[in-house]
């Protein structure tokens, strides 16, 4: 008997999706276990815009965590919060550094 393409796919485990490097920067925060989310309820869960998750160029701008599935990009609603937190932070320097630089609107 001849074990196809397809009886393999049933008796390998399933691997995570995250890749090996969004693991590493997780650290303790695994989310490989957390559903994959849609660019709409992404946006209605962090209430941003739904144009950050939908358009290619903003999502790379903002530096968002995505999952690429076949053709279908998703999301993770701990490694969107983390981002969220961390993209809070940053603003704040940025806008820090700008009002000792010589004010906010600068």
């Known amino acids: 008997m ?20 969004s693991l590493q920067a997780a650290g303790d925060n695994d989310f490989s276990n957390e559903p994959l989310l849609t660019a709409k309820h992404a946006s209605k869960a ?25 053709r279908l990009v998703r999301f993770r609603l701990g490694e969107l919060h983390q981002w ?14 700008a009002i000792e630089v010589g004010g906010a609107n600068a």
């Open 2 to 21: 001849q074990i196809t393409c397809r009886d393999e796919l049933f008796m390998n485990k399933p691997q995570s999706l995250a890749s090996p490097l």
């Open 46 to 70: 962090l209430n941003l815009p739904l144009y950050y998750f939908t358009k290619t160029a903003k999502r790379k701008a903002l530096g968002l965590p995505f999952y690429c599935v076949n």
């Open 84 to 97: 969220q937190i961390a993209y809070a932070h940053k603003l704040q320097e940025e806008q820090e550094a």
